[in-house]
């Protein structure tokens, strides 16, 4: 019998961590079995042009819109729900959730993508109705797990991890792709939407003494702002780095990419990286689509240890550096770049590392945990 898998999420073109996710998910499971029918429920913040695998929208700063999509997907006949969820795509702070999922009568599997440790009260709300409603819940790292056990009070046999998985890419050498892009000399880059937890200002504060010791370094900072961030402040936040990097003297090494870049062009970029950085100020993020690229091309990464990052990059697949320390970041860069076997090993423990987090591997686990729970 030919499978109907329902995905709820944000979807392309919404230029979004999850959209992209949920597309990857989708094309590789078609890949690994072309009879399955995978049809897209999408959460948008506005109106979108979506291909033909969405079969409905829901706005989703209304709740109605979730209650409605709730209804046409227990007439759907599909044989299992799978749900992507992160608190901002179900109202404002996930209050949409607990009344989306007592509505839906069918099986139901969510991917966590965002699991506050100490949780507001109605972040606590929708998890607790996400571990209460779903078959099974997946989750990107072991911490993730202990999380919603403990926390959440969630039974272990009910949480399932799975790695954050990374797509094929096509790599290219670090010269020929610092040459592609007119670049050249030390790259450290950061990408990602831009939005003030990322604690970029902090990596370029860390700029004037790393250039004391390696005068020839460049810092790309990727991205444009995120749309929720840009809609309440604007690109306040962005004009800030800028007036920061002027202050402290190091404009001419900082290059601002303001743009949502397609996976080749992004590609280029990571290639053409030293050294990628992750100066994230939220200490409890489980899972970061921009740290295990980075690690899924061999790059060395310095990152702030925020729960992702602590799992990723333990035996020495990178380095950790304190919150909001300009100068640990200084120091982990300076070493990176002037102990060249420190270097090396690095960068192969991270390339080992991140080539089993392919998406057609890892969807084959998704695909058996929604066989089993399927109707």
């Given at each position: 019998m030919k499978s109907k898998i329902i995905l709820v999420s944000s979807y392309p073109p919404r230029q979004c961590g999850i959209a992209a996710f949920t597309a990857d998910l989708v094309n590789s499971l078609g890949r690994i079995d072309s009879e399955l029918n995978c049809r897209i429920v999408a959460i948008g913040d506005k109106k979108y042009h979506y291909d033909k695998k969405v079969k409905f929208c829901i706005s989703q700063r209304k709740k109605e819109s979730f209650l409605k999509?709730?209804?046409?997907?227990?007439?759907?006949?599909?044989?299992?729900?799978?749900?992507?969820?992160?608190?901002?795509?179900?109202?404002?702070?996930?209050?949409?959730?607990?009344?989306?999922?007592?509505?839906?009568?069918l099986p139901v599997i969510t991917t966590i993508h965002t699991l506050p440790s100490q949780p507001a009260r109605r972040e606590k709300e929708a998890?607790?109705?996400?571990?209460?409603?779903?078959?099974?819940?997946?989750?990107?790292?072991?911490?993730?797990?202990?999380?919603?056990?403990?926390?959440?009070?969630?039974?272990?046999?009910?949480?399932?991890?799975?790695?954050?998985?990374?797509?094929?890419?096509?790599?290219?050498?670090?010269?020929?792709a610092k040459l592609k892009l007119g670049l050249k000399g030390n790259i450290i880059?950061?990408?990602?939407?831009?939005?003030?937890?990322?604690?970029?200002?902090?990596?370029?504060?860390?700029?004037?003494?790393i250039l004391k010791q390696t005068p020839d370094t460049f810092y790309l900072i990727i991205g444009k702002t995120q749309p929720s961030h840009r809609?309440?402040?604007?690109?306040?936040?962005?004009?800030?780095?800028?007036?920061?990097?002027?202050?402290?003297g190091v404009r001419k090494n900082v290059k601002l990419?303001?743009?949502?870049?397609?996976?080749?062009?992004?590609?280029?970029?990571?290639?053409?990286?030293?050294?990628?950085?992750?100066?994230?100020?939220?200490?409890?993020?489980?899972?970061s689509g921009a740290l295990i690229y980075g690690l899924s091309l061999g790059r060395i990464c310095i990152s702030t240890p925020f729960s992702y990052a602590k799992e990723v990059l333990s035996s020495g697949r990178g380095i950790l550096v304190e919150f909001r320390?300009?100068?640990?970041?200084?120091?982990?860069?300076?070493?990176?770049?002037?102990?060249?076997?420190?270097?090396?090993?690095?960068?192969?423990k991270a390339y080992q590392y991140g080539k089993n987090l392919l998406w057609d591997k890892v969807a084959k686990d998704y695909l058996k945990l929604f066989r089993r729970n399927a109707k």
């Open positions: 999509a709730a209804d046409w997907i227990n007439d759907s006949k599909a044989n299992i729900i799978n749900i992507q969820h992160q608190f901002l795509l179900y109202g404002e702070e996930g209050e949409f959730t607990a009344s989306f999922l007592n509505r839906i009568k998890i607790k109705a996400i571990v209460d409603k779903s078959e099974k819940v997946t989750v990107m790292i072991n911490y993730a797990k202990e999380i919603l056990r403990k926390v959440y009070h969630a039974s272990g046999e009910k949480i399932k991890v799975i790695p954050h998985p990374v797509p094929k890419i096509e790599k290219i050498g670090r010269e020929r880059s950061t990408f990602g939407f831009i939005r003030r937890d990322k604690g970029i200002e902090y990596g370029l504060a860390a700029l004037p003494e809609a309440e402040e604007g690109e306040s936040y962005r004009k800030s780095l800028i007036n920061r990097a002027e202050k402290l990419v303001n743009r949502f870049l397609p996976l080749k062009e992004l590609t280029d970029y990571l290639c053409a990286t030293d050294i990628f950085l992750t100066p994230y100020l939220g200490k409890s993020q489980v899972s320390k300009s100068g640990c970041i200084a120091k982990a860069v300076t070493k990176i770049l002037r102990d060249g076997k420190l270097r090396k090993d690095m960068e192969k």
